[in-house]
């Protein structure tokens, strides 16, 4: 990543070296070493590749009218969330703190900033939190599982701290646009007919 502005040469330095003292500061505490031993599932289940395969199967294998519009928009907002964050790697092109030696990790992907799990994993929280509320019981855990797939990038040194950040606010960024752009039942019920390929009618 080339800067020629001596502030943001500053900023990312300071990044770089905040990241750095946060990892070593808690490599020590027994929660950040739960943590770490469960990053690699952590890392995998905010997977792109993972997310838009299982969701996918979800619609296809469920089959349920009542959720075809949550379904769909869930969808919408997953496919926003690779481009938005493909786009702006390719752009800005940091290097990660450490090369990831991961076969999976090709094209912009390999670039830092931002992290695309971080945008993921705050998008399905917004989703689930306020498009499409989910009860507290369930919202909780999803909320635990949001934050910690955040924190676990940071331990994978797979992201900087900025990063991160960066992620999360383009997550609540897609959650915006999602709500803004919310798709209609009818045409959730058209897409869904379209990629299946057979006839579904509209809920009365």
Not at 17 to 26: D, G, R
Not at 131 to 136: A, E, N, R, S, V
Not at 139 to 159: E, K
Not at 171 to 179: C, P, R, S, T
């Amino acid at each position: 990543m080339r800067t020629s502005s001596p502030a943001l040469k500053y900023l990312l330095e300071k990044d770089v070296q905040v990241s750095k003292h946060f990892v070593v500061a808690v490599s020590n505490l027994s929660f950040f070493k739960s943590l770490r031993i469960h990053s690699r599932f952590l890392e995998i289940s905010c997977d792109g590749i993972a997310w838009f395969v299982s969701w996918i199967a979800f619609i296809w294998l469920l089959s349920s009218k009542s959720l075809y519009q949550m379904q769909v928009n869930m969808l919408f907002g997953l496919i926003l969330d690779v481009v938005i964050v493909a786009v702006l790697k390719a752009l800005v092109r940091r290097r990660r703190p450490v090369a990831s030696k991961d076969m999976l990790t090709i094209g912009p992907d390999k670039f830092s900033f931002p992290s695309g799990h971080a945008s993921r994993a705050f998008f399905v929280l917004l989703f689930f939190a306020k498009l499409y509320p989910l009860h507290i019981i369930f919202l909780m855990p999803v909320t635990a599982w949001a934050v910690s797939v955040a924190i676990s990038r940071l331990i994978l040194q797979r992201h900087y701290i900025l990063d991160i950040c960066a992620g999360a606010a383009i997550g609540v960024l897609e959650a915006l646009i999602v709500g803004l752009l919310w798709i209609s039942e009818e045409t959730a019920f058209s897409i869904v007919g379209f990629v299946t390929e057979e006839t579904v009618d509209s809920m009365e």
